[in-house]
């Protein structure tokens, strides 16, 4: 069955949502060590064992991926023209990953896709994150929502609209910032040798895990 994403703040967003939830929650069961679970799939984008530790992430006593996993953690490209390719791999995998699990719970659907959150609708409403983030409990009221953060563990929950601008898509020349993640000699190539790079560089190394 098609896959088809559906806007976050409808009915059916809902709906997927409150899959979404289900199947956080199966991973985050899952140890670090375990490249399905929700804390490697965060590893994947960024992880500093001490700073998990501080925020009750992981346990010290906890495992952590062998050295040979560095090739695919701590990828996430900012700032970078690789910022929209990366996480397009990146997305593409997580979904999947989600997609298996909800197809695997009890009445869990086979069409499972990400909602996308849309910021751009116009509605003031729309630049608060999706009331499925914040709710203490799931839609039952009985369960614990997974996707829960208390108030002082979330990042920004509301946007400014002035901040969202898609002027940069239309810029052919993208450039990096100088740091540790930034790919700088081939950020600063053009648009056209970047594309031609990117596929071969990035993302197989994040899809290829799988
Ligand atoms: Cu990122």
């Avoid at 023209?81 to 909800?102: C, D, K, M, N, Q």
């Amino acid at each position: 069955m098609p896959r088809v994403r559906v806007d976050a703040s409808s009915v059916a967003g809902g709906t997927m949502l409150n899959w979404y939830a289900q199947a956080v929650g199966k991973l985050m069961e899952k140890p670090l060590t375990d490249r399905t679970s929700w804390r490697y799939l965060g590893a994947i984008h960024g992880f500093v064992r001490d700073g998990w530790i501080a925020r009750d992430i992981i346990e010290d006593t906890d495992a952590v991926p062998p050295p040979g996993d560095n090739r695919v953690l701590k990828q996430c490209q900012h700032a970078t023209w690789y910022f929209l390719p990366w996480h397009r791999g990146y997305l593409h995998a997580f979904e999947s990953i989600i997609a298996a699990t909800v197809k695997a719970l009890p009445g869990g659907p086979d069409d499972w896709a990400l909602p996308y959150w849309n910021y751009l609708s116009g509605d003031p409403d729309d630049l608060e994150i999706p009331a499925a983030f914040t709710a203490p409990k799931m839609a039952n009221g009985v369960d614990d929502n997974p996707l829960y953060l208390p108030p002082d563990k979330r990042p920004h929950t509301d946007l400014d609209a002035n901040w969202i601008k898609l002027d940069a898509m239309a810029n052919g020349r993208f450039t990096s910032v100088p740091g540790p993640r930034a790919l700088a000699a081939e950020s600063r190539t053009s648009i056209i040798p970047a594309a031609r790079s990117a596929p071969s560089k990035i993302i197989p190394t994040t899809l290829s895990m799988y």
